[in-house]
């Protein structure tokens, strides 16, 4: 449909390319769900950043207690932290006697391994990726062995001491142990 106002051409037509903004900008605004409420452990590696202070920014890996050094704060839990959570301290930390106002993020370089064991072809460790599933999981270690079972999946969730049957489609999350058994003839 095309309107004509004072000798004007205009389209009823939505522009698709004033849409597509609009849904880039939704979109960006998007966390990852898996850091949101994602407990930081041993063996992860974070970026520091303290805006305008080269100093105090840095990428570093948690020890395996979950903690770290920090310039003029000492030795930092961040083991069961959040992210807003360590951020926060530092910034708390930061803010007794060494900055005025400073600015700080942290973030996620690298989640710490899964393990992944059972019968596979490579058992072992493997980086942890944000929406990774058991079926993932098991192409990572080089598929599963003629034994296996196609449906029998057993996963240990770090920090706990109950084994869970697992799916296909269960998550995995960094720290677990996954089990792909033995399936019968």
């Known amino acids: 449909m095309i309107l004509r106002i004072d000798n004007t051409i205009l389209s009823t037509r939505p522009r698709r390319w004033a849409i597509a903004p609009l849904i880039a900008l939704l979109v960006s605004f998007q966390a990852p769900a898996d850091t949101d409420d994602y407990q930081l452990g041993a063996g ?45 301290t530092v910034t708390e930390g930061l803010l007794q006697d060494v900055l005025v106002n400073p ?26 990726q944000p929406g990774l599933t058991i079926k993932q999981a098991v192409n990572l270690a080089g598929g599963v062995t003629e ?27 960094p720290g677990d142990t996954v089990t792909i058994l033995e399936g019968l003839f």
């Not at 100093?55 to 959040?82: C, H, Q």
């Not at 449906?151 to 999350?173: C, D, F, H, P, Q």
């Open 103 to 128: 600015n700080v993020s942290v973030s996620i370089v690298k989640y710490r391994d899964f393990y992944i064991g059972g019968e596979v072809k490579k058992s072992g460790s493997y980086p942890y």
């Open 147 to 173: 034994w296996a079972s196609s449906s029998k999946y057993e996963i240990l969730r770090e920090g706990s001491n109950l084994v869970e049957s697992a799916g296909n489609n269960t998550a995995v999350r």
């Open 44 to 88: 992860d590696e974070i970026r520091i950043q303290v805006y305008q202070e080269d100093d105090l920014s840095m990428v570093l890996r948690l020890d395996e207690s979950g903690t770290f050094d920090y310039p003029y704060l000492g030795t930092i839990t961040a083991k069961k932290r959040s992210l807003d959570q360590l951020q926060q």
